[in-house]
Nanobody, 122 residues
């Protein structure tokens, strides 16, 4: 069964860093793009970053450009999100998903993980 499992969330002070991981198992995600989204309480799920299968294409939300970096290790079926200079407004549950194409639209993604909580204190 296809499964995506996020990890690496936690509580961090503003200005700090976290590195999220998303491990894929149960099927081949070869040729799939991977993306990170986040959802804060009372808000809709929003796009954060995405990366193509060969890492040749990356995309970021304007709110995280220059602070977050997405990467992937296909040999390990894992995608990462390095988050630096974190702000309280980055607080949310972060989800990873896979999509046939690099997309900022959540409806492009076929599978999702269960999410990992990131809390940034001021």
């Amino acid at each position: 069964q296809e499964q995506l499992v996020e990890s690496g969330g936690g509580l961090v002070q503003a200005g700090g860093s976290l590195r999220l991981s998303c491990s894929a198992s149960g099927r081949s995600f070869r040729n799939y793009a991977m993306g990170w989204f986040r959802q804060a309480p009372g808000k809709e799920r929003e796009f954060v970053a995405a990366i193509s299968w060969r890492s040749s294409i990356t995309a970021y939300a304007d709110s995280v450009k220059g602070r977050f970096t997405i990467s992937r290790d296909n040999a390990e079926n894992t995608v990462f999100l390095q988050m630096n200079s974190l702000k309280p407004e980055d607080t949310a549950v972060y989800y990873c998903g896979c999509s046939p194409v690099v997309s900022s639209r959540s409806d492009s993604y076929d599978y999702w993980g269960q999410g990992t909580q990131v809390t940034v204190s001021s």
